[in-house]
């Protein structure tokens, strides 16, 4: 349809999308047919497969994302400053290109995201992993040669900056994208059951990756630790696109989905020229705010706003009280391996309870475990203080991990095709937004003396999510709790017993 010069804008722009809509239904019916008349079943390699690449993907984030912060505390010690301005440029860049990066994933093409993706990730942290060598290797530059420091200091943060943005869009494209095309038309619980492996694979990779780091930081050196994580991304990147490229090639109803994006996308494209397109990523933000799951979501976001997390800043803090590298990284994994438990209960207790219910649980249920971490504050004795603040932040991770699982499947289920990538991307970029808050945080109260003021802050933010969820629930549910069925059960135990009380009379 093509709009004339004095047709009105309002208007046009209103025949536009009646348009797209009109396309996209008659373009979805046959598709949609066309999946279910097939029956095909998938072919549990390919998954496996799927699976295998995640993997190597999460491995090298969690290492990167471990070390960094003994990197930054080594490289400038007695300060939280430089680790939480790592923090506030990798956050930040986020904030800033996260919708941008779910509108191009719903531009280009599966193998370009692909390729995209993994060349600009692997590059990215090879080169920070070799600035970081060099400063370690180095360590005198900052009073011999301070210009070159600060070069090799801005390097680190903009490449590891743009590996976790590129790992973004990796993320973006298997777990809100993939998972749920390859999961459409099959058993109704294989959605949750990829939910959980993926998530899964990212807490074993969560646990095992700064072990792993731990040891060598901890039994070689530090500069051998950004060495080997360097080596390790040129290797894997070869090994992860073989893998998802052929499950690209192997599933075809992934084909189908592209297919439809690309006819998608040139309407949206039209549409998008008449819009506010000299405010960045601002499609994105109106679709997101648009959809019933917004609160739920903001909710999640609220949870990124913290330093009660295996993080940056709390692992730099936890090595400046004096808690070895292989301790923290133990800990971590004792942390992950109780998030991978939430993974295996998720499917159970989804099961059971609604999707919605779940996630009222293991909100509450995180904030009184992290309890413990508000009492750490008031303990005496650096060690005593930490393992309560290890100790709380591990078992609060049985909470927080269902609670995510609940809320990424809420908006899978209930938001459409066309709008998932956009609203994957700002969601990410949301949280952030929250990230960064911290970091900023972080850069103001940077003695790590003053590390319980940011806790306290940080258990005030699990507290607003979790009321914000809590209305979310009451608003769609209309009530919290099932009273009507407690007073049903209380007036069924009362008659069963005036039976039996009656039964004896008769007896007697």
């Known amino acids: 349809m093509q709009c004339s010069s004095g047709d009105p804008g309002n208007s046009c722009l209103l025949e536009r ?24 079943e998938l072919n549990p390699a390919l998954i496996r497969r799927m699976y295998a690449a995640h993997f190597l993907s999460r491995w090298g984030a969690r290492m990167w994302e471990f070390s960094v912060a003994l990197y930054m505390i ?8 430089f680790t939480a301005l790592y923090g506030v440029v990798e956050s930040a860049s986020i904030t800033i290109f996260g919708p941008t ?4 994933i719903n531009k280009l093409t599966y193998l370009q995201v692909l390729r995209a993706w993994l060349l600009t990730r692997s590059l990215s942290f090879v080169i920070a992993g070799g600035s970081v060598t060099a400063l370690l290797f180095y360590s005198s530059l900052k009073n011999t040669n301070f210009n070159i420091f600060m070069v090799l200091i801005v390097v680190t943060n903009l490449c590891g900056a743009l590996g976790v943005l590129s790992t973004l869009a990796g993320t973006i494209l298997i777990e809100r994208e993939w998972v749920v095309v390859i999961s459409e038309g099959q058993n109704a619980e294989l959605l949750t059951k990829m939910n959980s492996i993926i998530r899964r694979i990212d807490l074993t990779c969560k646990l095992l990756a700064p072990v792993f780091s731990g040891f060598i930081i901890s039994f070689i050196s530090l500069s051998t630790s950004a060495l080997i994580f360097a080596i390790f991304n040129i290797i894997s990147v070869l090994v992860e696109y073989f893998l998802l490229a052929s499950v690209y090639n192997g599933i075809p109803s992934l084909k189908e989905a592209e297919q439809r994006r690309i006819t998608r996308g040139a309407i949206n494209e039209e549409i998008a020229e008449e ?8 499609d994105s933000w109106i679709v997101y705010l648009k959809q019933d799951m917004v609160l739920p979501g903001i909710s999640l976001a609220f949870l990124y706003f913290t330093v009660l997390s295996f993080g940056t800043l709390m692992t730099a803090t936890l090595d400046w009280r004096g808690v070895p590298a292989y301790v923290i990284s133990i800990a971590r994994g004792i942390s992950a391996i109780v998030g991978i438990g939430a993974t295996v209960m998720y499917p159970f207790v ?27 504050i008031f303990v005496k004795g650096n060690m005593t203080s930490a393992w309560m603040l290890m100790g709380g932040v591990a078992a609060s991770r049985l909470g927080l991990w269902i609670f995510d699982l609940s809320v990424m499947q809420l908006m899978q289920d209930q938001v459409s095709e066309s709008d998932r990538c956009e609203v994957g991307g700002v969601q990410n970029s949301l949280q952030s937004m929250f990230d960064l808050l ?50 049903s059960f209380f007036h069924l135990m009362k008659l069963r017993e005036n039976s039996q009380v009656k039964a004896r009379g ?3």
């Open 438 to 487: 911290t970091y900023i945080m972080g850069i103001i109260i940077s003695d790590p003396k003053d590390f319980g003021q940011l806790i306290i802050l940080s258990f005030f933010l699990v507290s607003t999510s979790a009321v914000m969820y809590t209305f979310h629930v009451y608003r769609v549910r209309k009530h919290l709790f099932h009273f009507d069925k407690l007073f």
């Open 17 to 40: 999308e009646r348009e797209r809509e009109r396309m996209e239904e008659a373009m979805r019916e046959p598709l949609v047919g066309q999946s279910q008349n097939s029956g095909e």
């Open 506 to 508: 008769e007896l007697f």
């Open 101 to 104: 990066i779910g509108s191009l």
């Open 74 to 81: 080594n490289i400038w010690p007695e300060s939280l400053l």
């Open 275 to 282: 819009r506010l397109a000299f405010i960045p990523c601002f």
């Open 350 to 376: 989804h099961s059971r309870i609604s999707t919605l219910r779940t996630g009222l649980w293991s909100i509450w249920m995180q904030w009184t475990l992290l309890l413990v971490c508000v009492g750490s």
